[in-house]
């Protein structure tokens, strides 16, 4: 099989740049509206909020203070009649943005700040149900497993689960299996893909339904997309991606397999990635940053540094080579305390989930 990967060579950064990471995510989050008008792509607004706002929280206890008024002023202008919410004001309404706007809503806690009629929103998301369990991402009917996600997700963070018949959705989200690698594709009979089944484990995890799927399996497709420099592409064949360091991570650790990967190496990859001038984080080393890529390096982080720091049967293999500049040990304690704990399936906070009665499956091995 063919191997695409990039070269570690060069310079590259070793170290966290905490500091520089939060002055860049804040230039998107402060006086939101005229920096995102120049700095974002308009119809995915309501995403880059979500994604800015998750990464500063990961890193900034002062979090709450930023901009918090305006974004949810800007959330109220982007509710439609019909309950669902738009990337922008004045875009029409769709299920991602509707998820990212609940999300960001959830982190502030403002769910019950009257910006959202709770009731109008489910009925929104249920109009979108279809019969055979599916879900539309928008009333133009395109179909897609990331829908199912954003449905149950966000229904769940609503406390309105019980809007839809779970047991039919999951069913759908099953039909999207491929029982040849365990991994799960946009639509019946598509190739499986990191991002989609971080969307299908995150839904059977609030649905409870873990244990249709072949773990070990998956768990190692999920580990075969470690590639030599350390990062992970999200399907064979193709170039890593810093935004893997999320979608194959949170799928290892939904399906308690994390440790399956060489963690040491992707911390290398990770770092790599990052601007040393600017901050943020790009999709590979050398690349320009973007705050979706600086969200995904940091949550990567999280759930590798959280678990490293917590697991005490967890230790640095002998074989790893101590000459190449890193201090793995002192590192993941370091950025542990420096990045919050992410929740694997909702990709908030684990202090945030916390607060919500949210009941989640995950699986050990
Ligand atoms: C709450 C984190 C969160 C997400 C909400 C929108 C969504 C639900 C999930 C998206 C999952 C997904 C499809 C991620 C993949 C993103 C990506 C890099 C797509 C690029 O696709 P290709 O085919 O990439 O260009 P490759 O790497 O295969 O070449």
């Known amino acids: 099989m ?6 570690m060579t060069g310079s590259l950064p070793k170290e966290l740049l905490l500091s520089k990471h939060i002055h860049f995510l804040r230039k998107y989050a402060d006086n939101s509206n005229e920096n995102y ?35 949810l002023a800007m959330i109220k202008t982007c509710v439609h009649p019909n309950g669902g919410i738009s990337a922008a004001k004045g875009h029409d309404p769709h299920l991602l943005y509707t998820f990212s706007a609940i999300q960001i809503m959830v982190s ?36 897609d497993i990331r829908f199912s996600f954003a449905g149950i997700g ?3 963070l609503l406390g309105r689960l019980d809007t839809i018949d779970l047991d039919k959705t999951i069913d759908y989200v099953m039909l999207c299996y491929n029982t040849i690698d ?66 194959v991570l949170a799928s290892l650790t939904i399906i308690g397999r994390l440790h399956w990967i060489d963690k040491h190496k992707l911390l290398r990859f990770i770092l790599a990635t990052q601007d040393e001038e600017t901050g943020g984080f790009g999709d590979r080393p050398g690349n320009m940053v973007d705050p979706f ?18 697991d005490p049967n967890e230790s640095i293999p002998v074989d790893h080579n101590t000459d190449d ?40 091995l």
Not at 56 to 64: G, R, T
Not at 301 to 310: A, G, I
Request: proline residues 2%.
């Open 2 to 7: 063919l191997t695409r990967d990039v070269e």
């Open 37 to 71: 008008e120049q700095l974002m792509v308009e119809y995915l607004r309501m995403s880059g909020i979500y994604w800015t706002t998750t990464a500063l929280q990961l890193m900034d206890s002062d979090f709450d203070k930023a901009g918090r008024a305006d974004i």
């Open 108 to 143: 502030y806690d403002a769910l019950n700040d009257q910006i959202i009629d709770i009731d109008k929103t489910a009925q929104y998301i249920r109009s979108l149900h279809k019969s055979d369990g599916s879900f539309m991402g928008d009333s133009w009917g395109e179909v």
């Open 154 to 156: 966000s229904l769940a």
């Open 182 to 247: 365990g991994g799960f594709g946009s639509r019946p009979g598509s190739e499986s893909h990191a991002g989609l089944i971080y969307c299908s484990l995150a839904s059977l995890s609030i649905a409870g339904q873990l244990d249709r799927i072949d773990a070990d399996l998956l768990g190692w497709w999920l580990a075969e997309r470690q590639l030599p420099s350390g990062g992970l592409n999200g399907r064979p064949e193709k170039l890593p991606d810093l935004c893997y360091s999320w979608w």
């Open 293 to 310: 890529h600086t969200l995904f390096g940091l949550t990567g982080l999280s759930l590798l540094s959280h678990q490293y720091s917590c």
């Open 325 to 364: 500049g890193f201090d793995y040990a002192n590192q993941w304690k370091s950025i542990s305390e420096k990045i919050k704990q992410i929740n694997p399936v909702f990709c908030m906070t684990q202090s945030v989930i916390n607060r919500t009665n949210i009941k989640l499956q995950y699986l050990s």
